[in-house]
């Protein structure tokens, strides 16, 4: 799917793929390949066959089109099908001056493979095409832009951490980013592609955050390439679907399921990612799958399996825990890249963390399932814990300074069974500015504050 053919193996490695696919044949999945589904071989056709519960996981392989002028010039690509070409090992000659419309991740991979370029020649055999790659590839354009509506600041690729890193390995690789610009047609000679011209963009989305954008037809510009690639949006091709199948679509062409169960209109079959929910990333189309899982296990059951849950919880002893010097402190490393004279072609960015690297980066963890656990019953309020707290996220009060209702100080008086005629305190504590470090364990003379560890473990039982 588009784990091999969407993301460029710069990004993700073909053989840690190839391992994952074992992995599920080996459970025995028999795998059909070359078998896709067309209007001609579809859900009532699989049904014919003898499958009682079918999943739809398609994605979304086609591109978004730009209804404006010139958009059917000799020139013009679909980023998703440029990189389902790359990907699958033909070269796509693309010429020296290249522009991406976009701002999202597939704009930014179809950028930076175009700098790579692709196999000498085509291959019937694409994985002999993608072997000869690695040795033979060339540079691909010499100059790539993006152009994109959204301002660097509503980008949606720098939206996350990963799509900064992204970015920033971007513009090193020398991509020129053109910000704010809204093609207004495209324009060429003799049929063949000559360039774009733009208008301004004031914004992208509204005060409510939805896509609105507001053009400034004042600001104009006309940017020529040798080739234009869009990465405006994908869609799903659903031509397999037919009327009598009994699923319906939402109006943006996507499966209608039940969010739920991923359960569609139509009983016995499922739908997730992309397919369903429009354009995501990897791990919600993998969560998505282990969803349906368990609903179609219930459907053909006919029965709910019995969820088994296990929860414990174990204290620590205080001098046992301990954390590494300054790990509330150590700042993100990000991973290792090869040299920008050494991104040719497919080979992969990111060389990977050190063991040296990899360790000093799970010591950054705040160890959230450990939790400071305390005991009023213990608690001689010599204040100690408040005092070596590093974080100033324990404070002990009188219980007359507390700030709640009358009717919660009551409630808070009964529980505890509070004399209300004699002074008592009230110990709180911020858990999100909490760096579990253990030192109030550690300073508390009575055990009053200790270290606990929460296991949780929830399966499915047939």
Not at 21 to 38: M, N
Not at 216 to 234: H, K, M, T
Not at 455 to 462: F, T
């Amino acid at each position: 799917g588009m784990l091999r053919h969407g993301i460029p193996e710069y990004r993700l490695s073909r053989s840690l793929i190839d391992k994952e696919i074992e992995k599920i044949a080996f459970l025995g999945a028999e795998i059909k390949y070359s078998t896709p589904l067309t209007e001609q071989f579809g859900i009532n056709e699989l049904k014919a066959q003898g499958y009682e519960a079918i999943f739809i996981s398609v994605g979304t392989q086609k591109g978004r089109d730009l209804n404006i002028e010139g958009s059917n010039l000799d020139g013009m690509v679909k980023a998703i099908d440029y990189l389902l070409n790359i990907n699958n090992g033909y070269r796509v000659n693309l010429g020296k001056k290249v522009l991406v419309i976009g701002g999202g991740f597939v704009a930014f991979d179809a950028a930076r493979s175009a700098l790579r370029g692709g196999p000498e020649e085509s291959s019937p055999d694409i994985h002999e095409a993608v072997d000869a790659a690695r040795t033979a590839m060339r540079g691909g354009a010499s100059e790539v832009h993006v152009a994109s509506l959204e301002s660097f600041e509503e980008m949606p690729v720098l939206r996350t951490v990963q799509g900064h890193e992204e970015f920033e390995e971007a513009k090193r690789e020398g991509i020129i980013f053109h910000p704010q610009r809204g093609p207004k047609r495209f324009y060429g000679e003799g049929g063949k592609l000559k360039g774009v011209e733009f208008i301004g963009v004031k914004r992208t989305y509204d005060e409510n955050g939805r896509f609105n954008p507001v053009y400034d037809p004042e600001y104009s510009e006309q940017f020529e390439a040798d080739s234009i690639v869009l990465a405006i949006g994908q869609q799903a091709d659903l031509s397999f679907i037919k009327s009598t199948d009994g699923i319906e679509l939402t109006p943006a062409r996507f499966v209608k399921i039940n969010p739920e169960t991923l359960a569609t209109t139509a009983p016995g079959v499922y739908a997730g990612g992309d397919v369903a929910f429009g354009p995501r990333n990897i791990i919600d189309a993998v969560a998505n799958g282990k969803k349906a899982a368990l609903s179609i296990d219930e459907f053909l059951r006919g029965k709910k399996p019995e969820t088994y849950y296990n929860l414990s919880i174990e204290k620590i002893p205080t001098r046992r825990f301990t954390r590494p010097e300054d790990y509330e402190q150590l700042e993100r490393e990000t991973p290792p890249t090869i040299d920008l004279n050494r991104r040719t072609g497919i080979s992969e960015v990111e060389s990977g963390y050190t063991e040296e690297q990899a360790v000093r980066q799970a010591e950054r963890c705040l160890a959230c399932h450990v939790q400071t656990i305390y005991d009023a019953e213990r608690c001689v309020m010599c204040n100690r814990c408040v005092d070596v707290c590093p974080e100033y996220c324990l404070k002990l009060i009188p219980l007359a300074d507390l700030d709640v209702d009358e009717a919660t100080k009551s409630q808070l008086i009964e529980h505890y069974n509070i004399d209300p005629f004699e002074p008592a305190s009230a110990m709180l504590k911020d858990d999100e500015t909490c760096i579990r470090c253990g030192l109030c364990a550690l300073r508390c003379p009575t055990d009053a504050m200790t270290m606990e560890v929460l296991y949780y473990e929830q399966k499915e039982v047939a």
